[in-house]
């Protein structure tokens, strides 16, 4: 079946570091890979998204390229700010009629001034 | 703001009770998601209506309850329910085209605590 590996976290950083978060994949056909983020008191929401291998998502300072030969999805920012402390959660999911999403585990980043 | 609305926000029950939470989408969305969310394991995915149609149930007890009356509104009872089932459940909606690249859109979450 399919599944995502991302760290758990937390993650703390000073601001304007430079952020990865790595997320690694398993799956059986061609998947969509999402990054979506919680901030607190809050539901999920998308970050930025990728449809097929080479693709680049990008969002409010974030990237993250879809590479198949890895099965990786990371996701980076040059200069990251208070203002994104939040859990960020990997996903993917398969296309062809309903397929479910598969999230990973999410993970904390905390950014002190 | 994303379109999905739940309520309440907070509940607390007793493992006696019965309750139910409600979710509503504005977005003309035709499919509709319960998520579980505890701390330190992924979402877990518990119901998926897809217009209108119940299209995944994942293994979830019985005392969890779906209902989805028109592609707008979800709602989830519960009864007698268990401590462990204490937790944040979020709702979502897609518009599902069958590319497997749709974005779920989601409400704020309901945090549940069972006494």
């Given at each position: 079946?399919?599944s ?8 703390t ?19 969509s890979?999402?990054w ?12 930025l ?15 993250a ?18 203002s994104?402390?939040?859990v ?12 479910k ?6 993970t904390?980043?905390q950014?002190?001034? | 703001?994303t ?29 509709m998601?319960?998520?579980k969310?505890?701390?330190k ?5 518990m ?7 119940r ?9 969890f ?5 028109n592609?707008?509104?979800?709602f989830?009872h519960?009864?007698t329910l268990?401590?462990e089932?204490s937790a ?7 518009q599902?085209t069958?590319?497997g ?15």
């Amino acid at each position: 079946g399919n599944s995502v590996t991302q760290m758990e976290g937390p993650v703390t950083l000073s601001e304007e570091a430079f952020l990865t978060i790595n997320c690694t994949y398993t799956a059986t056909g061609y998947p969509s890979l999402f990054w979506y983020v919680q901030y607190p008191g809050e539901g999920l929401q998308l970050l930025l998204k990728a449809t097929k291998a080479d693709d680049k998502g990008s969002n409010k300072g974030f990237e993250a390229t879809y590479r198949k030969e890895t099965t990786s999805f990371h996701l980076e920012k040059g200069s990251v700010q208070v203002s994104d402390s939040a859990v960020y959660f990997c996903a993917l999911r398969d296309s062809g009629g309903y397929q479910k999403v598969t999230f990973g585990i999410g993970t904390k980043l905390q950014v002190i001034p | 703001e994303t379109g999905v609305t739940q309520t309440p926000r907070h509940l607390v029950m007793g493992m006696t009770n019965k309750k139910s939470l409600k979710c509503e989408q504005h977005l003309g969305h035709n499919a509709m998601y319960w998520y579980k969310q505890s701390a330190k394991k992924p979402l877990e995915l518990m119901f998926v209506y897809s217009l209108e149609e119940r299209v995944e149930n994942n293994s979830v007890p019985s005392r969890f309850s779906p209902e989805c009356p028109n592609s707008s509104h979800l709602f989830l009872h519960l009864h007698t329910l268990q401590p462990e089932d204490s937790a944040l459940y979020l709702c979502a909606s897609s518009q599902e085209t069958g590319t497997g690249g749709e974005t779920q859109y989601f409400g704020p979450g309901t945090r549940l605590l069972v006494l």
